[in-house]
């Protein structure tokens, strides 16, 4: 299961700890965004306008963590697609807090978008930067009329961001776009970060 289906309807009711542990969250009569667990390589819906967002680095051109397994699933292709992507200066293809797009290749979803997020201790500002780097994948997917998109936790890995924090800064960055996707997902490969992201999403959408 890609995890692009099968979520409840109902606003702020899980989907009873069913095996995708799929909780949905209604950002306005015609939008949602979903939480769940699950490995963002394999995240798809039945649309050639679905995206999976990359937490890759400045350099784009692959990686360890969530930048890896997408490179590993995409296939040798994404490598060459994101060399083409013009340089803005030595080394840098996609500076940090902003976001490109290539096709998904050989993956389920049809694009992916690269975004690059802070490094937590070493940003000037990296709250300022994690939300550029979530409004930025989000302003270019609505360039490009993608109606499906899945984020994992930007810089919650390699980049050492604080699940927290990190989580407040998601959520509220993706309802600025309450209007203007089908579906935003995240998908969150670990229990802990699930669940932060759902006591987060939860604390949200109540004090609404
Ligand atoms: N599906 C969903 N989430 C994943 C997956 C997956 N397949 N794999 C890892 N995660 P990270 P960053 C989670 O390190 O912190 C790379 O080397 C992971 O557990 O992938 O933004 C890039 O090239 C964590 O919660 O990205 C950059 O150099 C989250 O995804 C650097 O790491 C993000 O962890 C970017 O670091």
Same mark, same amino acid.
């Given at each position: %299961? #890609? #995890? ?15 095996? @995708?542990?799929? +909780?949905?969250?209604? =950002?306005? *009569? ?26 890759? %680095?400045? !350099?784009?051109? #692959? ?43 050989? =993956? *389920? ?8 997020? $802070?490094?937590? @201790?070493? @940003?000037?500002? $990296? ?11 989000? !302003? ?11 984020? *994992? ?8 961001? *604080? ?18 996707? &089908?579906?935003?997902?995240? +998908? ?6 699930? &669940?932060?992201?759902?006591? &987060?999403?939860? &604390? ?5």
């Amino acid at each position: %299961n #890609g #995890g692009g289906r099968g979520s409840s309807s109902a606003p702020w009711v899980s989907n009873g700890g069913g095996a @995708d542990r799929v +909780v949905r969250f209604q =950002l306005s *009569p015609s939008s949602a965004m979903v939480i769940q667990k699950g490995d963002i390589t394999r995240w798809f819906v039945d649309s050639s306008s679905d995206a999976i967002v990359n937490p890759a %680095n400045e !350099r784009m051109l #692959g990686g360890g963590g969530a930048d890896g397994a997408i490179h590993d699933a995409a296939g040798p292709e994404l490598q060459a697609a994101c060399y083409n992507v013009p340089e803005v200066r030595r080394g840098v293809r996609c500076p940090t807090g902003e976001a490109r797009i290539t096709p998904g290749f050989r =993956l *389920p979803a049809s694009h992916v978008i690269h975004t690059v997020g $802070p490094i937590y @201790d070493a @940003d000037a500002n $990296p709250e300022a930067s994690l939300r550029s780097a979530y409004r930025s994948s989000l !302003r270019l997917a609505k360039q490009e009329n993608i109606q499906y998109i899945a984020f *994992p936790a930007i810089s919650c890995g390699v980049y050492r961001y *604080p699940f927290d924090e990190a989580a407040t800064i998601a959520i509220s960055t993706v309802r600025e776009f309450a209007n203007d996707f &089908k579906e935003v997902h995240f +998908v969150l490969i670990s229990d802990d970060i699930y &669940k932060v992201w759902l006591d &987060k999403a939860n &604390k949200c959408f109540k004090s609404s």
